[in-house]
């Protein structure tokens, strides 16, 4: 089978599923919304920069030893808010814009199905393959409660994208009732899964790596690691964490909280300023996947704390790594955490909440030794890509039936 896969390439959610694929034998060309190198294994790459991707391209891949892009990167970082408000309206037009290019790359591959991974904007530009090839798409968790019901154009173009789904993976089952409402036809094959194609187990053991010197010396050696690896991003709530950490420091000041992908962040220097933890609170850069899994095993206690999410892969990974998860509660998360048994929930706006629960982590290794155990046996069952590998392949195969 030959699957054209449109996605960002330059994502580690991207990178894993294509592994996925590529050891299930199949063909694969990308076509990435943003620059990058080419994966290994993929047949061919093709780049459509839609909504304003070049803008938000780092420093490596294609643009490798320019400044520029950097620049323009910390620009989008400065000016968030207005960034994403601009993109909401004028992304559905790029769409329309790059759709011919898109339709002449799928008559040049000739897959036998088209796969986006996530809706905006990747979904809506392979809404636009033909009728005769069938069309998978990916919802990932704030798709639906956070893009889709910004403007109208974003409303219609995700009803336009469901309703042309031949097939649809979520990685919760929230958001397969709520495609439902928002126009994926009943009948049509679903498949929920991790949106990363499951946890390799033996791959996160021999994948880790330790930090470069540089950054393990800003990280207090007799200090409790507790770490927030969500960055700063539109739905997550990365000011009720830094509004906590002075409460768990009144009651717990050995703790140091690290925080991956935000160095550099305009806004989380600030929180951090302002709370006068000093070192005890450490930006990190953007971590590799090893590095981050690495960390994850040498802090007791991670903090996920989101209005929107579906299954977020670093809760999947700070689970099999044995990272006690504390996130807000939402819909999606409780269908991974049962509170009091092997994580705890909390109100995403509540400080005071967040602060509780980390402290009573903190306090009750027995609880999370338990907890540990219960998470690691979750993710053999429920994520271990093993498993989750004959259930991607059965999917593509029903989706190949409706082409």
């Given amino acids: 089978m ?3 896969l449109v996605a960002d390439g330059r994502s580690p959610i991207t990178r894993r599923w294509l592994d996925g694929l590529l050891a299930l034998h199949y063909q694969v060309t990308l076509v990435s919304s943003h620059p990058c190198e080419p994966p290994e294994g993929i047949q061919a790459l093709y780049v459509v920069p839609i909504a304003f991707s070049r803008f938000t391209a780092g420093g490596k891949g294609l643009h490798a030893g320019s400044a520029q892009p950097g620049l323009r990167r910390q620009l989008v970082k400065t000016f968030r808010s207005p960034f994403l408000a601009a993109r909401y309206t004028l992304g559905p037009l790029s769409v329309r814009y790059y759709a011919p290019r898109f339709r002449e790359i799928v008559a040049q591959v000739k897959p036998d199905l088209v796969h986006a991974l996530r809706i905006p904007f990747e979904g809506m530009l392979a809404s636009h393959t033909p009728a005769e090839i069938p069309l998978a798409i990916s919802i ?26 031949n097939g649809l993976h979520t990685d919760a ?18 498949l929920v899964v991790p949106s990363n194609g499951g946890m390799d187990l033996e791959r996160v053991q021999r994948m880790r790596a330790a930090l470069p010197a540089e950054l393990e010396v800003r990280i207090p050696k007799d200090h409790t690691l507790v770490i927030n690896p969500r960055g700063v991003r539109a739905y997550t709530r990365t000011d009720t964490f830094f509004q906590a950490i002075p409460l768990v420091l009144e009651q717990s000041p050995k703790t140091a909280f690290v925080c991956p992908s935000m160095a550099g962040e305009a806004q989380a220097e600030r929180w951090a300023a302002a709370v006068h933890a000093d070192e005890r609170v450490v930006l990190l850069p953007v971590l590799s996947q ?35 998860p504390v996130a807000g509660n939402i819909e999606s998360l409780r269908e991974w955490i049962d509170p009091g048994v ?6 995403p706006g509540s ?5 509780n629960a980390v402290l009573e982590a ?28 004959p259930k991607i392949a059965a999917f593509y195969q ?6």
């Avoid at 029903?398 to 082409?403: E, I």
């Fill in 2 to 4: 030959h699957i054209l």
């Fill in 140 to 165: 990932w968790g704030n798709d639906l409660t956070l893009h889709a019901p910004k403007t109208h154009s974003m409303g219609r173009l995700t009803r336009q994208t469901l309703r042309r789904a």
């Fill in 173 to 190: 089952q929230r958001d397969l009732r709520l495609a439902h409402e928002w126009g994926y036809p009943d009948g049509r094959p679903d």
């Fill in 290 to 324: 090893g590095q981050l899994w690495d960390l994850f095993t040498r802090c007791p206690v991670s903090i996920s704390v989101t209005n929107h999410d579906g299954t977020p892969n670093t809760l999947l990974e700070a689970m099999s790594c044995g990272s006690f």
């Fill in 342 to 347: 092997n994580g705890l929930l909390v109100d």
């Fill in 351 to 355: 400080p005071r909440e967040l602060a």
């Fill in 362 to 389: 903190l306090n009750n290794p027995e609880f999370r030794e338990r907890a540990n155990q219960a998470n690691l046996d979750m993710i053999r069952e429920r994520a271990e890509v093993s498993h989750i590998q």
């Fill in 398 to 403: 029903k989706v190949l039936g409706l082409g």
